[in-house]
């Protein structure tokens, strides 16, 4: 996945439960972002980062919080697992320029119970 | 607020024959416009992009068509392979939204041998 690791790949965790999913790069890119992908709605932009403690919210942030003290590593937190944030979650790192678009990790399917 | 919407859930097509993926926007801002492939449990793979200065952009087998005054693209596959078959996501960046992409819902494309 041309550099991009994504931790664990699967996990279920109990509601109330904080969870950490990490994604790892060795492109030394500036860009990350993370997603996540539900039936019917795609995939929805939760947080991304422009650099090492520059990070931003995007349209589904609430219950979600990130972090990025290495320029190799952006991680996502559920502060408190919810069955709502069940989903499968990519990260993606790059920028949009000349005919390239971003490239994902394989992906972490997080199921809350 | 979809503002990225592929109002077809699946398409089945013959080997051999065109496949054709529709997704339409809503927002003006838009000026960048790429195409997503994911096979299950992978994440997803760019495939091709158009900016908005042009209106036709072809790789291979994938030509992506855009129509802005109906804030409309497509990508056509000639001819379909079954290993086509996926779920293609359309997405869209631009505006003040830069560097962030807004997905469409998916499309499920299966290529019948």
């Known amino acids: 996945d041309a550099g991009i690791t994504q931790s664990p790949r699967h996990k279920v965790t109990e509601t109330g439960t904080p969870v950490t999913l990490r994604c790892h790069q060795t492109?030394?890119?500036?860009?990350m972002y993370w997603y996540r992908q539900d039936p019917g709605h795609g995939l929805r932009l939760i947080h991304y980062?422009?650099?090492?403690?520059?990070?931003d919210k995007g349209e589904v942030s609430d219950g979600y919080s990130v972090s990025r003290s290495k320029t190799e590593d952006f991680l996502l937190t559920l502060e408190s697992a919810t069955s709502s944030q069940t989903s499968v979650y990519f990260c993606?790192?790059?920028?949009?320029?000349?005919?390239?678009?971003?490239?994902f990790g394989s992906g972490t399917r997080l199921t809350v119970v | 607020d979809q503002q990225v919407k592929q109002n077809s859930p699946s398409l089945s097509v013959q080997e051999g024959r065109i496949s054709i993926l529709n997704c339409d926007y809503t927002?003006?801002?838009?000026?960048?416009f790429l195409w997503y492939k994911k096979y299950p449990a992978e994440g997803p793979t760019f495939l091709i992009s158009i900016s908005s200065i042009k209106d036709k952009n072809e790789d291979g087998r994938f030509t992506v068509f855009l129509n802005k005054s109906a804030k409309h693209l497509s990508l056509h596959i000639v001819p379909s392979q079954p290993g086509d078959s996926a779920v293609y996501f359309c997405a869209a960046a631009g505006g003040t939204s830069y560097g962030k992409l807004t997905f469409g819902q998916g499309t499920i494309l299966t290529v019948h041998p």
């Open positions: 980062s422009y650099g090492v403690k520059d990070t």
């Open positions: 993606a790192i790059g920028i949009l320029q000349g005919n390239y678009g971003y490239t």
């Open positions: 492109e030394n890119h500036r860009y």
């Open positions: 927002n003006s801002m838009f000026d960048y």
